[in-house]
């Protein structure tokens, strides 16, 4: 009998900020009573709330069930920085330009679908713009080198066709308030979203459509005649298709054996400014930042009926086990506290109030972790550190798949070579965290 069994269950460090900024948040039920599906999701994050409601979009007939190991928004998906990114973000690039001229351009048509997706739920949801906000991005350079990466990749933008403005140091400090900045390049097509509102708004539309169980972990499935039965701790689900839509745990079950990079980032959230400190700020109200050097400091400034609050998010470490400790978490916010003095200066009154801990899953050749795994078991894992628009991509793209046959998404992830082996242990983690404290060292003030 085919069976697949978890190795280990998602845990997190830290509670997400900005699920804790919010209003009291909608409950669902634990499963805890056996039921029976057409298509079971496993993972509640953009992938798997996405490939929910394009199943209904395709077949409103269709039932279908989403597990969700913890609570919706407080796993990885809630943890996000919040930028869903239109244009090239290759995180292994010194500028975030891709390999090549043309598979750039046909990502960036990608993203823009995924964006078209996520829009058309906020207009449904009634999201306001301090949780969707279709305000560009900025990536901020303190150094000279990183000022050479933005001008570098303004001229490949310029190349792509691509609307962009480059900024100086006077007009940094005009939108951020602070003087750290010495240039930026400012590209509008990005969308700034409150990931923990976003991960709620379509949790909650979705309930009238598809059934979501919260605090569900799957355990395991196992093959069940033509379907599958799939294990929680309490209940069982007798389905037809799985959707594997839980990032790096698609390894727990023994998937991608030795091909997944799990990467863990810290962010830390501040208390919410008063006005006399929002007054010795200065800058606007919400903007967002990410260095020049991808290796360096993403900062956010958000407003709105949570306050007026900075976001500070570096540091990475790499963690076969997929999780990170405390300890690492604390180091992190040390750093952080650095980071934020030296941008704002004038705020040394103001203190973090949430720090936690997200992992990534990323591969060494950029590839996903998709499609059709067992008979009538699927994949749409492994974003590659771009969780918002790729997992949005591969949620639509796993269900066109598997209800059409395929499609542009669906054929773009397939068409990607298979993740190549990570060397074995302990040089795997050796070799990752040196590489990562390296680089984390050679962004410098970025």
Known sequence: MTQYSAKRLPRQIGASGWNAILSTQTFFPKLEHNISADITIVGGGFAGLTAARRLHQLDPTLRVVVLEAGR???????????????????????NYAGETFEDDKHTIALNRQAIAFATQVAEECALTDEMFDSCGKINAAATRAGDRHNREFAAYLDRLGEPHTLYDRREMQEITGSTHYRSGLFAPGTVMI??????????????????????SPVTGFQKEGAGWLVETPNARVSTGRIILTNNGHLESFGFYQRRLMHICLYASLTQSLTPEQISRLGGQPRWAATPADPMGTSVRRVSGSYGDRILIRSCSSFHPTQETTNMRLRN??????????????????????????????LSRNGSAAFGELDSGVFSACCQNGLGIARGTLQGMGVSEL??????????HFLAQPMPPRLPPEPFGSLGANSYLIWKEWRSGKE
């Not at 990931?195 to 598809?210: C, D, F, G, N, T």
């Not at 040390?334 to 009154?349: G, I, M, N, T, Y």
């Not at 598997?402 to 054929?411: K, T, V």
């Open 332 to 361: 992190a916010g040390w750093v952080h506290d650095r980071k934020f003095s030296e941008r704002f200066p004038q705020l040394a009154d103001v203190r973090m109030e949430h720090r936690w801990a997200g992992m990534l899953c």
């Open 72 to 94: 919706f928004a407080e796993g990885s998906a809630g943890r996000n920085s919040g930028f869903m990114i239109d244009l090239p973000h290759d995180l292994s690039s010194d």
């Open 402 to 411: 598997i209800l059409q046959g395929g499609s542009q998404i669906a054929g």
């Open 194 to 215: 409150q990931p923990a509102a976003y991960i709620r708004a379509l949790s909650v539309q979705l309930a009238q459509k598809v059934e979501l169980f919260e605090n």
